[in-house]
Nanobody, 115 residues
């Protein structure tokens, strides 16, 4: 019943920006913390950013801090990840996750950073 649908991925040049969105349904979105994970080619999945239910507590991976911004709009049941100053090493499939790795996962959206 929980559904998480990512969008906004695509091909972008180094230094560019993308905004990922995650449309959530099937649960009380505003009562759950949410996370973005990613899995790059040849790498293990990693937590990119996490946000508490009301947005008051936010954590980022060191590799994206200062470049990415996680946010949420509880009125729209939507989670966002604004990605700026993108680097080739940001290339990965990005997943919207309910809570953390133990929660429900979306299908993912591909982000490719390349010239």
């Amino acid at each position: 019943q929980v559904q998480l649908v990512e969008s906004g991925g695509g091909l972008v040049q180094p230094g560019g920006s993308l905004r990922l969105s995650c449309a959530a349904s099937g649960f009380s979105f505003s009562t759950y913390g949410m996370s973005w994970y990613r899995q790059a080619p040849g790498k293990e999945r990693e937590l990119v950013a996490a946000i508490s239910s009301t947005g008051g507590i936010i954590n980022y991976a060191a590799s994206v801090k200062g470049r990415f911004t996680i946010s949420r709009d509880n009125a729209k049941n939507t989670l966002y990840l604004q990605m700026n100053s993108l680097k080739p090493e940001d290339t990965a499939v990005y997943y919207c996750v309910q809570g953390n790795r133990y929660g429900s996962w979306g299908q993912g959206t591909q982000v490719t950073v390349s010239s």
